[in-house]
């Protein structure tokens, strides 16, 4: 392989592009996203990324026996070889490997843009997320549920929300975000 004078120039100057690793590209998102939550992105979007940084972490040091890798060197093979480590030694099905996929690409993406990394590994690449088969409770199993003496105050209250979020149709996210103020609210506007 040929370099041009500008890539030695760059190279040991140390702005050489293909020393990027997959790591420095992970943290390099994270902290972008960290800038702008409150705006435009929620705390558990990190926390997902952050989570597959661990993962990567992991797979580099069980499977490759090495602390970091170069972006140069994030192939499709390297994707391929992940994405079995996620799902056989971690355990994670399908759709949790394709959550997991979309934001390693996303990363990729960025690492792309920023030229950092000139061809991209997940080209080839692909998994869909499987629609889970939905299960409903019934008039009776939720009334069940309601009545159901629980040992605790802490599992009673699970239960609770869990009863609030099937008569209302709430997702849990929603309901954990709900206070005092917005009942007194909708009390106002029912009464």
Avoid at 153 to 181: H, I, M, P, Q, W
Wanted: charged residues 25%; proline residues 2%; contains cysteine.
């Amino acid at each position: 392989m040929l370099f041009t004078s500008h890539q030695v120039r760059e190279f040991v100057l140390g702005n050489d592009s293909s020393q990027y690793t997959l790591l420095e590209a992970l943290d390099y998102q994270i902290n972008h996203l960290k800038a702008r939550v409150g705006n435009d992105i929620a705390p558990a979007t990190i926390k997902s990324y952050e989570v597959v940084k661990r993962k990567v972490i992991a797979f580099l040091q069980s499977e490759r026996a090495m602390e970091d890798v170069l972006l140069s060197e994030v192939s499709y093979q390297f994707i391929s070889e992940f994405d079995q480590f996620i799902r056989v030694k971690q355990g994670l099905h399908n759709n949790g490997v394709v959550k997991n996929m979309q934001q390693l690409k996303r990363v990729i993406t960025v690492a792309i843009s920023n030229e950092w990394i000139s061809k991209n590994p997940f080209a080839k690449y692909s998994c869909k997320i499987i629609e889970p088969k939905r299960v409903f409770l019934t008039w009776e199993e939720l009334k069940s549920l309601e009545e159901l003496m629980l040992p605790n105050e802490r599992l009673a209250r699970v239960r609770d929300v869990f009863v609030f979020s099937c008569y209302t149709g709430l997702a849990y996210s929603d309901v954990s975000k709900l206070s005092k103020a917005h009942i007194s609210q909708w009390m106002v506007r029912i009464g």
